[in-house]
């Protein structure tokens, strides 16, 4: 089994920055995908920023440009990095993780998820 567990969040005014992050820790053989989700009030979570094992990335249109996902491998964490941020990026951000415990066994792990609110 393992744990994610996310900080970095609080409140900012808007042009502002800020940085998640997002540590797993438990039994892990390996971590595969990592990304990173929000969740506005009323509305559905949403996926906005991944990244692969090979470093690869992508992102969605509504955060491109303004946010940056990291990773690094040695410590099991995953980053994102928060600039210009927006009234409209206030959200409950979660990571999600697919670590492996052994060679053949993988599982989806998710954040306790933290906030962010940005201020007008």
């Known amino acids: 089994q393992a744990q994610l567990v996310e900080s970095g969040g609080g409140l900012v005014q808007a042009g502002g920055s800020l940085r998640l992050s997002c540590a797993a820790s438990g039994t892990i053989f390996s971590i595969s995908a990592m990304s990173w989700f929000r969740q506005a009030p009323g509305k559905q979570r949403e996926g906005i920023a991944h990244?692969?094992?090979?470093?690869?990335?992508n992102y969605a249109d509504s955060v491109k440009g303004r946010f940056t996902i990291s990773r690094d491998n040695a410590k099991y964490t995953v980053y994102l990095q928060m600039n210009s941020l927006k009234p409209e990026d206030t959200a409950v951000y979660y990571c999600k993780m697919v670590i492996s415990s052994s060679r053949n066994t993988a599982n989806i792990y998710w954040g306790q998820g933290i906030q962010v609110t940005v201020s007008s």
């Open positions: 990244i692969t094992s090979g470093g690869s990335t």
